[in-house]
């Protein structure tokens, strides 16, 4: 696949800025700063900036929207992926929202505080109610919000009877520096009473002196309902511990207690690639999620100390509400191989290993985990060739790595208008979407079908606009400039599969239009693939400015989609919800996934402790693994069930053997394929 040069045009911009940040390559690896922590918000103008309150939004393609509320300040959910405050709960037919807001004095326009509001539709996401306010606090603003719902035996049919759990970043005021500053977290609980407020400010059981940062939450429904959380942990300054350790929690509901809250010994990060500093980390954040029985899973997409070339998916495993973990079980290299050598690609990258957040349990010891991966020129690493939407899929201890879609462009932009000193001047700042692709997956409630959705340019709607707008980019630390005159649109893209087949559907563009698509989510779990709960943050149109407002005439003078991709504190921003039918957008046809029915590698060989055995085939069937001597017995059994098509690898212990000669024998329903292994000593 060839992509035209203006698909990519960040990738040079970026080269030595903001998107060489995103880019891991097998050669060089990647790391990130620890994140801001401070944030300073301009006073707010008791002017609105829109002159009413919006009714239903007109409807794009397969999306009919329903405006919610305004924004407020900051970005909702656009500049954090590690969020998920959109929850559909089965049990009730409910979905809820988590709704942060400023608290602002009326006479100075000046914010005094922050509250969170938690907010519920019965109508699967088209109207909400305005909401129960669950916290409020002085001079404290709360951001990067997340929500998981619990029902208890899974037997509760009222919402008030559900447990649940809100999260979010605490940002206290600073009087001396006039900045509000990161300071802990905000726990809020609802268990059979009515919801008490943790403050998370410390990590106890931890290698160092860390306080909580962002996570990922999870929630078990059933006769031991529990909350958990994994996520990367912050080190307090200068304590000289290593950013990216990372720490976990779980709440049990019934005991109103914490069976954990540290950082599991088998999460140890010195197994991890260390990074060039302590304040720096290669680490991607944690994705946890739990299964029916109340099993909790924690994936990682991380270089591993002792192969530092490379970055894998490895799961983490956990039976007894967190307490214990498993030690990290890592997809085989030999995936990568083989999907390689499967689309003809000569090297192969994950792209973008901090912006995932897309990971669904499909059942005991089952799940999937979404990402991308991509191809270089073997002359210029600037330069992608191709980029790939993948699934690793974990069927007790089977990795199988297969492709979604082909993505059609690099991550798309977003124009940031910031404050500058010592003017007053409103500009436009050209950096790469923190939210990546805004990639999410879901399960729908009857655990049949996955859903995946995301956000991609569109190259056959380039929107060009005149005159040229000069827009800035952070290059190493400093700011300069280009003209610009023209931007890809951007369109949500879903595919579904059964969780019994591994038959992708035909990607289907759900909005197909010039707007500039942005921070989009859906539940992790959704009722069906005909009622999908769909959320998006969409930026006020020029007709809908209050004249008084004081960035009017800068509004005004904007291109549309220039208009329409601003995220920021200052443009109003408007949360609207859709309910998406999507078995009924497009007819699509299922996408071919050609492999062979054999054992493609071992690796190494001769092996010593472990091998890494990877294999296709061209159809689902019973299958058998088995290692057997030179003389015809079998000596090792290695796995015995059902597996779909695709490219599958798995981890062999080969400790146990002698040093000599044997083979690997795949059977798939009675047929035979053999690869000679050695192991020596």
Known sequence: MNLSLHLWVCIALFSVGTMSAQVLTNKNVDYRLMPETAISFPTLQTTTPFLSDKGNVPSVQALNYRFQFWTSFGGFFEFFNDQSPFVYEPGTDKVFLLKPE??????????????????????????????????????????????????????????????????????????????????????????????????????????????????????????????????LLDPVKNSGSQYGTYGAWSFDYLLESFPIEASPTAWDVSQFSAAPSAEQTYNSKPQIAVDSEGSAYVVVNNIFADDPNIRVPAVSISDNQGIDWTAFNRMPVAAYNDYSSQYGWDNISVFGPYQQNAFVVTGTGKFSYFFRVYQTDPNDQNIILNLDLVEASFDNGIWTLVRVAELKGTTPPVFRRALTSPTNVWWPEYMVNPMGHEIDASITADGQNILLKWVDVNPDRVVKFTPPMTVYYNQDGSYVTFELDSLDATDVYVSYRSVTSANWKTPINITNDDNYDHGTKIPSVIPDLENVPFLTNKTILKTEVNPQYSWYSVIQSMPDILLSAS???????????????????????????????????????????????????????????????????????????????????????????????????????????????????
């Open 102 to 231: 400023p608290i602002i004095e009326q006479a100075s326009g000046n914010i005094t505080g922050g509250r969170l509001t938690l907010m519920m539709s019965g109508n699967r996401g088209l109207n909400f109610s305005p909401g129960t306010e669950i916290a409020n606090r002085d001079a404290t603003l709360f951001l990067i919000q997340s929500l998981t719902v619990s029902n208890p035996g899974n037997q509760v049919t009222d919402p008030s009877e559900l447990n649940w759990f809100a999260f979010a970043s605490k940002y206290v005021f600073n009087a001396s520096n006039q900045n509000f500053e990161q300071s802990g977290q905000l726990a809020v609980f609802k268990g059979s009473g009515a919801p008490f407020q943790y403050d998370m400010d410390n990590v106890e059981g931890a290698p160092g002196n860390f306080l909580w940062t962002t996570g990922d939450l999870a929630g078990f429904s059933g006769d031991n309902p529990t909350a958990y959380m994994a996520g």
């Open 567 to 681: 995220v920021d504190r200052i443009t109003p921003n408007g949360i609207n919800t859709a309910i998406l039918d999507v078995l009924n957008v497009n007819s699509v046809e299922p996408e071919d996934i050609n492999a062979e029915f054999r054992i493609s590698d071992v690796r190494p060989n001769p092996a010593s402790e472990n091998a890494e055995v990877s294999f296709s085939m061209d159809k689902p069937g019973n299958v058998s693994i088995d290692i057997f001597s030179v003389t015809g017995n079998v000596v090792k059994k290695v796995y015995n069930g059902w597996l779909n098509l695709g490219l599958h690898s798995m981890n062999v212990l080969t400790a146990d053997l002698a040093s000599g000669s044997y083979y690997i024998v795949l059977n798939v329903d009675g047929a035979q394929n053999a690869h000679q292994l050695s192991v020596l000593k």
